[in-house]
T-cell receptor
Framework: GNSVTQMEGPVTLSEEAFLTINCTYT??????LFWYVQYPGEGLQLLLK?????DKGSNKGFEATYRKETTSFHLEKGSVQVSDSAVYFC?????????????FGKGTKLTVNP | SQTIHQWPATLVQPVGSPLSLECTVE??????LYWYRQAAGRGLQLLFY??????ISSEVPQNLSASRPQDRQFILSSKKLLLSDSGFYLC???????????FGPGTRLLVL
């Protein structure tokens, strides 16, 4: 079945550091890939997405490239801010039981210190 | 633009009491609707999804149920809560034929 594996957290960085959160997936067919962000006490917000191989999703300085050959969708940001502290979820959308469903990784908690 | 609402925001209930959580979507018609649960320190688990009024699919066996009495209203219920029902409940919607899901603010449920 479809599954998503993302790096275990927590991740702690200093402001302006480079961020990478690894995400790999297992899926049949050609899933769409997503990164969602959850700030403390809130719901999930869509951060970025990619719908086909070699697509790059980007938003708010975050980027991720859909790599079919390595089945990966790693999240990167060149210079993190304190306000980026949150939990990040990688997800894929694929067919399961006749319907499109999202499958999530377990989340990676990021803390950025000033 | 579309918005999704959930209420209540926080709920503390005794074991064995009933539950009703509500989710409504504005600004779209005939959305797909989803209920997820996020237990402390864990990922998201899909509980129910609905592709139309009165159409509910359950993903995991449990003492929860869902109903969709109106096009843009999705309700999560229980007749008797268990301690293990504690968690953060998230409602989401997607447009028909579109894979991207958009989430509500969530309801934090504590069963004591």
């Amino acid at each position: 079945g479809n599954s998503v594996t993302q790096m275990e957290g927590p991740v702690t960085l200093s402001e302006e550091a480079f961020l990478t959160i690894n995400c790999t997936y297992t899926a049949t067919g050609y899933p769409s890939l997503f990164w969602y962000v959850q700030y403390p006490g809130e719901g999930l917000q869509l951060l970025l997405k990619a719908t086909k191989a070699d697509d790059k999703g980007s938003n708010k300085g975050f980027e991720a490239t859909y790599r079919k050959e390595t089945t990966s969708f790693h999240l990167e940001k060149g210079s993190v801010q304190v306000s980026d502290s949150a939990v990040y979820f990688c997800a894929l959308s694929g067919k399961a039981g006749g319907s499109e469903k999202l499958v999530f990784g377990k989340g990676t908690k990021l803390t950025v210190n000033p | 633009s579309q918005t999704i609402h959930q209420w209540p925001a926080t709920l503390v209930q005794p074991v064995g009491s009933p539950l009703s959580l509500e989710c409504t979507v504005e600004g779209t018609s005939n959305p797909n609707l989803y209920w997820y649960r996020q237990a402390a320190g864990r990922g998201l688990q899909l509980l129910f999804y609905s592709v139309g009024i009165g159409q509910i699919s359950s993903e995991v066996p449990q003492n929860l149920s869902a109903s969709r009495p109106q096009d843009r209203q999705f309700i999560l219920s229980s007749k008797k809560l268990l301690l293990s029902d504690s968690g953060f409940y998230l409602c989401a919607w997607s447009a028909q034929g579109v894979k991207t899901q958009y989430f509500g603010p969530g309801t934090r449920l504590l069963v004591l």
